[in-house]
């Protein structure tokens, strides 16, 4: 089973920005979609952001035209690039299949405080 590894995340003052990383000690390419989820305190674990193996990609509506998401398959890696950062923002940050029968292992995640 794959496994992923999450960085990037801090604390940062709301408007801010951060850039998150993913790297999966497999092939990316293999487990097709890629997604970025969060999970807030009390609340369920959210998709916020997708990618396809040729680069199509999709968001949530909370997180539209602020983060960008791009998969380097060679590499293995998944970015999440923030931008204009808001307090509702706060919440650990993990990456993963889109497809759940393709999950790998969750990893730590990557907690993101934005502060108002």
């Known amino acids: 089973q794959v496994q992923l590894v999450e960085s990037g995340g801090g604390l940062v003052q709301a408007g801010g920005s951060l850039r998150l990383s993913c790297a999966a000690s497999?092939?990316?390419?293999?487990?097709?979609?890629m997604g970025w989820y969060r999970q807030a305190p009390g609340n369920q674990r959210d998709l916020v952001a997708t990618?396809?193996?040729?680069?199509?990609?999709r968001y949530a509506d909370s997180v539209k035209g602020r983060f960008t998401i791009s998969r380097d398959n060679a590499k293995n890696t998944v970015l999440l690039q923030m931008n204009s950062l808001k307090p509702e923002d706060t919440a650990v940050y993990y990456c993963?299949?889109?497809?759940?029968?393709?999950?790998?292992?969750w990893g730590q995640g990557t907690q993101v405080t934005v502060s108002s």
């Open positions: 497999g092939s990316i390419f293999r487990i097709g979609a």
């Open positions: 990618i396809t193996t040729s680069g199509f990609t």
């Open positions: 993963n299949a889109v497809a759940p029968t393709m999950w790998g292992s």
